[in-house]
């Protein structure tokens, strides 16, 4: 299963003439123009089936869109990962451009693709398949954990992170009480039970973003693992920890504020009350990348995120 997950080179590549989608993020004042320019080039070598707004991309949209070898996505690393979410299912590589800022996830560009084009459809990018989260809250008074079997009720609120799934304290930003359990269908306990001002779960992808800036650990997009994070916990002890990515994680809210919030890769939110159980778990499917020949994941940390960078003399 680990092979699955570390950078690998597509097994054949893809078609001669690719079924491309293009997933397109409008409202970045430069893609309509790039892209204006680009398709007719793409055109002679790719059958695009179809070209749709990232703005209207919804449950609903997703289920017409026409069958696709790979989708290019335009935008940013945040448009990037909206559309991983959305695309999850349909288990279409993607290949993003860049319009944004960092481009950790958005390697290429219209310029790059186009240098690249032959290695791409040929199989000879590496590609890797990255661990999704599946994140749902269950209402106060559910069975704790879900233990014994018990059938859950409903969710009211069920969704897809990349990178991680956050709760925040939120105003009026007192701490809150969080009770962590780890696989507690095999030890029917918790883990423990912290204060401070949230916690955050995230996968290798996310480990670089939030993750990485509330002090947790980078981990690399091969592994099969997910980072339980806390965000300035009351306590010295309390240091990030790594675990299977198929181990189940549950969070039990005791004490929050009225403005605690669950946060899904900086994009999606609700509100998360007292008594509520939020439940993560690992998607059943991965998202496949497809990466620019001109880096590798460790040169862009150290080119895009400064990875051990010498302190400069000014």
């Known amino acids: 299963m680990t092979e699955a997950l570390t950078e690998q080179k597509s097994p054949g590549g893809l078609p001669r003439r690719p079924r491309v989608l293009i997933l397109a993020n409008q409202s970045k004042e430069q893609v309509p123009r790039a892209l204006a320019g680009f398709e007719p080039w793409l055109k002679e070598r790719a059958e695009v089936v179809g070209q749709v707004d990232t703005a209207a991309m919804s449950p609903d949209r997703v289920k017409t869109l026409p069958e696709a070898d790979l989708a290019l996505v335009l935008g940013g690393d945040g448009t990037f990962l909206s559309q991983a979410r959305a695309m999850i299912d349909l288990r279409v590589p993607l290949l993003g451009i860049n319009f944004g800022k960092l481009g950790f996830l958005a390697e290429f560009t219209i310029d790059s693709v186009k240098t690249h084009w032959e290695d791409v459809i040929g199989g000879q990018c590496r590609t890797s398949d990255r661990v999704v989260l599946d994140v749902k809250v269950y209402p106060s008074g559910s069975t704790r954990w ?41 030890s029917h306990m918790s883990a423990t039970r912290f204060a401070g001002d949230g916690v955050i779960i995230s996968t290798p992808s996310g480990s670089t973003a ?66 509520q159980q939020v439940f993560v778990t690992r998607h059943a499917n991965t998202v496949r990348l497809i990466h620019n020949p001109e880096y590798s994941y460790w040169s862009m940390l150290a080119q895009k995120m400064h990875w051990a960078a010498r302190p400069r003399r000014d």
């Not at 990178?163 to 507690?184: C, F, H, K, Q, W």
């Open 210 to 275: 939030y993750n990485m800036a509330a002090g947790g650990p980078i981990v690399s997009p091969g592994v099969e693992a997910l980072t339980v994070t806390p965000i300035c916990p009351q306590s010295l002890a309390f240091r990030p920890i790594v675990l299977n990515a198929r181990y189940e994680v549950w969070l039990a809210l005791h004490q929050v504020n009225e403005g605690t919030t669950l946060v899904i890769d900086g994009q999606e939110s609700i509100n998360v009350d007292e008594g």
């Open 146 to 186: 879900g233990d014994q079997g018990a059938t859950m009720p409903k969710p009211v609120f069920e969704a897809v992170a990349m990178n991680d799934a956050v709760v925040t304290s939120g105003p009026p930003y007192r701490m809150v009480e969080i009770e962590l359990a780890i696989e507690p269908k095999q």
